[in-house]
């Protein structure tokens, strides 16, 4: 399993395309997209580039009732994310989450520009499916 998740890229983790808003998105619209895609995390782009990331976590922890949603979504995502590349292995991208307590990462190509974004449930359907494909190799 330890050699399985060193020796894959994330890329076979079949990363989704991110849904991605401009930074100046309301929060109020930067969370009506989020329900309407049934996603947890928005890519904040600026110029194409990686310019944030506002999750769920964010909604709960940076907004109150009082908050007007009409604020940019900038004002609430979390800035210059940390980001991985395509080429990264499975264990980089769980060392990477576990670190920094994320359970979202956005995939940059060299340009910054993002590409695709894994979850921790990503990592963890490979991990179960790969145990149950090590499990029956052994029996």
Same mark, same amino acid.
């Given at each position: 399993?330890?050699q399985?998740?060193?020796?894959?890229?994330v890329?076979?983790?079949?990363?989704?395309?991110?849904v991605?808003?401009?930074?100046?998105?309301t929060?109020a619209d930067?969370?009506?997209?989020?329900?309407?895609?049934?996603i947890?995390?928005?890519?904040? =782009?600026?110029? @194409?580039?990686l310019?944030? !990331?506002?999750?769920?976590r964010?909604?709960?922890?940076? !907004?109150? =009732?009082?908050?007007?949603?009409?604020?940019?979504?900038?004002?609430?995502?979390?800035?210059?994310?940390?980001?991985?590349?395509p080429d990264?292995?499975?264990?980089?991208a769980?060392?990477?989450?576990?670190?920094?307590?994320?359970?979202?990462l956005?995939i940059?190509?060299?340009d910054g520009?993002? !590409? @695709?974004?894994i979850?921790?449930?990503d990592?963890?359907?490979?991990?179960?499916i790969?145990f149950?494909?090590?499990?029956? =190799?052994n029996?």
């Amino acid at each position: 399993l330890e050699q399985s998740i060193s020796r894959h890229t994330v890329q076979i983790l079949a990363p989704k395309k991110p849904v991605m808003v401009p930074a100046s998105t309301t929060t109020a619209d930067a969370i009506r997209t989020m329900v309407q895609h049934g996603i947890g995390c928005l890519i904040v =782009e600026r110029q @194409g580039t990686l310019a944030g !990331i506002f999750t769920e976590r964010d909604v709960l922890n940076k !907004i109150s =009732e009082e908050l007007p949603l009409d604020r940019p979504v900038s004002e609430f995502m979390t800035v210059s994310p940390t980001a991985i590349e395509p080429d990264d292995s499975i264990a980089y991208a769980l060392h990477t989450m576990d670190l920094g307590g994320y359970r979202h990462l956005p995939i940059v190509d060299a340009d910054g520009k993002p !590409i @695709g974004i894994i979850s921790i449930r990503d990592i963890l359907r490979f991990l179960c499916i790969r145990f149950a494909e090590i499990r029956a =190799e052994n029996s």
